[in-house]
C-alpha cells in the first residue's frame, strides 16, 4: 500500500495535468492513504533519499513525498549531491 501511494503522488506530481493519470492516482490515495504516513522530505541543494537501503528516486531531488505503514521502523538516509 505505501508503495502504491508514493507512486501516486509522483503520477500526480509528474502528470498532474493528465485528467485519466490524475483520476487514477486520485482513486489510489483515497483508498489507501487514511491508512498510511506521510511523509515530506526537503534536501537544500538535492539529495538521494534512501529507505531500507534502496533509493526513493532515480535521480537526486529536492523534495521527496512518501508513505510508511505507521509504527513500522525504517532506516533512513539521505545523501547529499555534490
Not at 67 to 72: A, D, E, N, S
Request: hydrophobic residues 40%; proline residues 4%.
Amino acid at each position: 500500500m505505501a508503495t502504491a501511494a508514493t507512486h501516486a503522488t509522483e503520477l500526480l506530481r509528474r502528470y498532474g495535468g493528465d485528467k485519466d493519470t490524475r483520476a487514477i492516482a486520485e482513486t489510489i490515495l483515497s483508498k489507501v492513504g487514511g491508512q498510511l504516513a506521510q511523509l515530506e522530505i526537503s534536501c537544500r541543494g538535492g539529495c538521494m533519499l534512501l529507505v531500507d537501503k534502496k533509493a526513493v528516486a532515480a535521480k537526486p531531488r529536492d523534495q521527496y513525498t512518501i508513505f510508511t505503514q505507521p509504527g513500522r521502523g525504517r532506516s533512513w538516509a539521505s545523501l547529499p549531491v555534490a
